[in-house]
């Protein structure tokens, strides 16, 4: 019962502060050309399993809350995440490799959404290069502080 309430929680953190992010950071986490600074907690699956749920669920609710979100994107943005956040837990034996599912993910989902749901009328690969830059300066980027940060205090934060 006990690891089920920390899991819960940790979740529930993890999703809280993934929209806060999308949320203070709202003119850059938006848009054909994006830098989602929330996506830098997609290296969380490195620590615990319940970065998972809470990337996912953060996502969801940034999307949900965004103004001019639409379905699809709120529905394949999301997934996306998920099965970033999935591969990346699956990755966690090398934090080097954690962060390459939610970007190449993305390059691949981001932009038929942009182009097909929001009209945009990018071209796929320049849109998939656009989001996928976006996403190394998040995850790689802002994802390696993340890490090196939470490497010092692991023990304390996800006992």
Not at 27 to 36: D, K
Not at 85 to 103: E, F, G, M, T
Not at 139 to 156: A, N, P, S, T
């Amino acid at each position: 019962m006990k690891n089920s309430i920390k899991f819960m929680t940790q979740a529930a953190m993890i999703a809280a502060i993934y929209v806060v992010l999308v949320f203070v950071f709202a003119p850059i986490s938006f848009g054909p050309v994006q830098i989602r600074v929330a996506e830098a907690l997609t290296i969380l699956p490195l620590f615990t399993p319940a970065a998972v749920p809470g990337v996912f669920i953060g996502c969801l609710i940034g999307n949900l809350l965004s103004p001019g979100m639409i379905v699809i994107d709120i529905v394949f943005g999301s997934l996306a995440t998920l099965l970033a956040a999935i591969i990346s837990y699956k990755l966690r034996d090398n934090k080097y490799l954690v962060p390459i599912p939610p970007i190449v993910i993305n390059m691949i989902v981001v932009p038929y959404v942009i182009k097909y749901g929001y009209g945009v009328p990018m071209p796929i690969l320049l849109s998939a290069l656009a989001v996928g830059a976006g996403q190394v300066i998040s995850c790689y980027g802002l994802g390696f502080i993340l890490i090196r940060v939470l490497e010092r205090y692991k023990d304390q934060i996800f006992a």
